[in-house]
């Protein structure tokens, strides 16, 4: 399975934010993200890159 | 390994544009698309949705 982590990186710290993230869907003012189990959330940020080999996605407020 | 597929959503069009992506970086007017094999791709769009399960970057215009 491909599903990834996702971290927010915020000045020098990057914390985790969900495990097992399946979509991840831009809108207006933030991202919203679902994982494998269904769980969602939302997160007033933007998508700062993306490291799929490594299971990443890293979101910047 | 979670490489992805990278496709430009235009209108009712879904075309591939990049293969065995690994990572994505949203930039000032596009997006940087870079493979697993080293191969960089800019493509002026913006991330539209990601399905890592799927293995599915999508990018739209």
Known sequence: MCEANAYLVEGDETNLIMEAVDTVE????????????GDQKFIKARIHALSLVEHKVYLKA
């Open 26 to 37: 831009p809108e207006e003012d933030g991202v919203r993200l679902v994982s494998i189990f």
